[in-house]
């Protein structure tokens, strides 16, 4: 491909998908933010508990087959209805296995409500199957609009049903109403835009060839998946049950920003690896672009959070939930890097060393797990502290392999993002500044409308100390964001 053209649809494919997560984030938080206010923090925690389930066997259908239909060179509508149809037939099989056990599920967490709830719930893992196949079909094409059309409509739709379901007195009903509404919706509007229906054939040997590959990205995303939801039983066995509340809500904050950046990064990076696999001189370019543009996004955004967490969490959650401001700057500090383990992970993927991030999965998370149990004396703010450091160790473990595979390694990586590493930390370091100095000279600094202000003021004081720090520095990455800016107002 053309590299003037692969870098249009770069570009084109990560706003939209920007514009997706980022109106995905959105209306999703505003419409969890009215359902809580109905439903209260028990009706949550019911269908957190169903979702865990849900999670892993979404990962089982949907991680493995969907990253091999994206990554292959060469792929045609059998390999698409092959998957579709073997889908099927392993969420059928999960299905199962579900409503076979939710009742013991639900004498497990004393709520007998999780039986009909979490079997009705399960129905989703169809919808799942299906979406996969799609979301790799617009992947391949780069036609992110589509997906960002089907998310938001889907969105809005189905949160206007939760409400209702809510206001009716439904309860957790409203939430697995919800859900249900949401992805059969996505389901249907991505098939009629992208004018396509699975035909009646299934190619074994297909199969094969995408398992081959895909298995080993299965496996990897059920450790992950596992691992990252380890911390909050962990917690809840051996601290206060409210220490889970604190821990839940400061990890929220700094995932959706980080989500919303990773997830946009990885569905438009694979297919753009996957294109230029065999060009290593294209994937380093794209490589570095990607990590400095998500460096000066993301660094900025967590160390600001850090910065603004006290005046953040009294304005946004209240007095109640200060205990949750250490965990959040803490949380906040790791989601840091997480696109340097996406652009990373993504182009190992991409190149058929599936193996190797497999290998990468398994010894980061044995570690990880091992550095769990002995910090656990630590307390709470002492677990994610180590998990944060882990996280930025691993940065270096997920970018070896690519010094080998394209000649981009973890010190080339660093020295590139070093300059917005450090504009972020001193823009950080400034706007926690002036939000003690605000603290100590404001009368009733601790109330609501003070705390409001010392918050506009502090995000003010962040925005302009970065730009200023980025002239400074002189970053690349902030002229290609410009650059960037004026070609959208352009057109």
Same mark, same amino acid.
């Given at each position: 491909?053309?590299?003037?053209?692969?870098?249009?649809?770069?570009?084109?494919?990560? $706003? /939209?998908?920007?514009?997706?997560?980022?109106?995905?984030?959105?209306?999703?938080?505003?419409?969890?933010?009215?359902?809580?206010?109905?439903?209260?923090?028990?009706?949550?925690?019911?269908?957190?508990?169903?979702?865990?389930? @849900?999670?892993?066997?979404?990962?089982?259908?949907?991680?493995?087959?969907?990253?091999?239909?994206?990554?292959?060179?060469? +792929?045609?509508? =059998?390999?698409?209805?092959?998957?579709? /149809?073997?889908?099927?037939?392993?969420?059928? @099989?999960?299905?199962?296995? +579900?409503?076979?056990?939710?009742?013991?599920?639900?004498?497990?967490?004393?709520?007998?409500? @999780?039986?009909?709830?979490?079997?009705?719930?399960?129905?989703?893992?169809?919808?799942?199957?299906?979406?996969?196949?799609?979301?790799?079909?617009?992947?391949?094409?780069?036609?992110?609009?589509?997906?960002?059309?089907?998310?938001?409509?889907?969105? +809005?739709?189905?949160?206007?049903?939760?409400?209702?379901?809510?206001?009716?007195?439904?309860? *957790?009903?409203? $939430?697995?109403?919800?859900?249900?509404?949401?992805?059969?919706?996505?389901?249907?509007?991505?098939?009629?835009?992208?004018? /396509?229906?699975?035909? %009646?054939?299934?190619?074994?040997?297909?199969?094969?060839?995408?398992?081959?590959?895909?298995?080993?990205?299965?496996?990897?995303?059920?450790?992950?998946?596992?691992? =990252?939801?380890?911390?909050?039983?962990?917690?809840?066995?051996?601290?206060?049950?409210?220490?889970?509340?604190?821990?839940?809500?400061?990890?929220?904050?700094?995932?959706?920003?980080?989500?919303?950046?990773?997830? *946009?990064?990885?569905?438009?990076?694979?297919?753009?690896?996957?294109?230029?696999?065999?060009?290593?001189?294209? =994937?380093?370019? @794209?490589?570095?672009?990607?990590?400095?543009?998500?460096?000066?996004?993301?660094?900025?955004?967590?160390?600001?959070?850090?910065?603004?967490?006290?005046?953040?969490?009294?304005?946004?959650?209240?007095?109640? /939930?200060?205990?949750?401001?250490?965990?959040?700057?803490?949380?906040?500090?790791?989601?840091?890097?997480?696109?340097?383990?996406?652009?990373?992970?993504?182009?190992?993927?991409?190149?058929?060393?599936?193996?190797?991030?497999?290998?990468?999965?398994?010894?980061?998370?044995?570690?990880?797990?091992?550095?769990?149990?002995?910090?656990?004396?630590?307390?709470? %703010?002492?677990? +994610?502290?180590?998990? %944060?450091?882990?996280?930025?160790?691993?940065?270096?473990?997920?970018?070896?392999?690519?010094?080998?595979?394209?000649?981009?390694?973890?010190?080339?990586?660093?020295?590139?993002?070093?300059?917005?590493?450090?504009?972020? %930390?001193?823009?950080?370091?400034? =706007?926690?500044?002036?939000?003690?100095? $605000?603290?100590?000279?404001?009368?009733?600094?601790?109330?609501?409308?003070?705390?409001?202000?010392?918050?506009?003021?502090?995000?003010?004081?962040?925005?302009?100390?970065?730009?200023?720090?980025?002239?400074?520095?002189?970053?690349?990455?902030?002229?290609?964001?410009?650059?960037?800016?004026?070609?959208?107002?352009?057109?």
């Amino acid at each position: 491909m053309d590299s003037k053209q692969l870098k249009g649809d770069v570009i084109k494919g990560l $706003l /939209w998908k920007a514009l997706e997560n980022g109106g995905d984030q959105v209306i999703t938080f505003v419409i969890s933010i009215i359902l809580a206010r109905l439903l209260g923090p028990s009706k949550y925690g019911t269908m957190s508990v169903m979702l865990i389930f @849900i999670a892993v066997s979404n990962v089982i259908i949907q991680t493995g087959f969907q990253t091999s239909l994206i990554q292959k060179k060469d +792929i045609d509508d =059998t390999d698409y209805s092959s998957v579709f /149809w073997l889908g099927l037939v392993i969420a059928l @099989i999960l299905f199962s296995i +579900i409503f076979v056990i939710s009742p013991y599920i639900a004498t497990y967490f004393g709520d007998n409500e @999780i039986n009909p709830m979490l079997r009705t719930l399960s129905v989703i893992l169809f919808f799942g199957a299906a979406t996969s196949v799609l979301i790799a079909m617009v992947s391949r094409r780069m036609d992110f609009r589509i997906q960002c059309i089907a998310t938001i409509v889907a969105d +809005i739709i189905s949160g206007i049903v939760g409400i209702l379901a809510a206001i009716r007195g439904l309860g *957790t009903w409203a $939430l697995v109403l919800q859900q249900l509404i949401k992805n059969l919706l996505l389901m249907i509007l991505l098939m009629v835009l992208l004018k /396509w229906a699975p035909k %009646a054939s299934f190619s074994l040997s297909r199969v094969r060839v995408l398992f081959s590959y895909g298995w080993k990205v299965l496996v990897s995303g059920l450790i992950d998946t596992i691992y =990252t939801n380890l911390y909050t039983p962990v917690i809840s066995k051996l601290y206060d049950p409210t220490m889970v509340g604190f821990y839940t809500r400061a990890n929220q904050f700094p995932q959706i920003i980080a989500n919303s950046a990773g997830s *946009t990064m990885q569905a438009v990076l694979l297919p753009t690896f996957s294109k230029t696999q065999d060009d290593n001189k294209s =994937t380093r370019v @794209i490589m570095r672009r990607s990590l400095k543009m998500g460096s000066f996004i993301l660094f900025p955004a967590m160390f600001g959070i850090m910065a603004v967490s006290e005046p953040m969490v009294k304005v946004i959650l209240g007095d109640d /939930w200060m205990g949750a401001v250490t965990l959040l700057r803490l949380c906040a500090l790791g989601f840091a890097v997480w696109h340097i383990h996406i652009a990373n992970l993504q182009a190992i993927n991409a190149s058929g060393r599936s193996d190797i991030y497999l290998k990468l999965e398994i010894f980061k998370k044995i570690i990880g797990v091992l550095l769990l149990i002995v910090s656990i004396r630590l307390g709470v %703010a002492g677990m +994610i502290f180590v998990k %944060a450091l882990w996280d930025y160790v691993c940065t270096f473990i997920n970018a070896y392999p690519n010094k080998k595979l394209n000649g981009y390694g973890p010190v080339s990586q660093w020295r590139d993002i070093l300059p917005e590493f450090i504009a972020a %930390a001193a823009m950080g370091v400034i =706007t926690y500044g002036v939000g003690v100095v $605000l603290m100590m000279v404001m009368p009733n600094a601790s109330s609501f409308g003070m705390s409001l202000v010392i918050l506009m003021i502090q995000i003010l004081t962040g925005i302009v100390s970065y730009i200023l720090m980025s002239l400074l520095f002189k970053l690349e990455s902030f002229y290609y964001a410009l650059d960037l800016v004026k070609g959208f107002i352009k057109k």
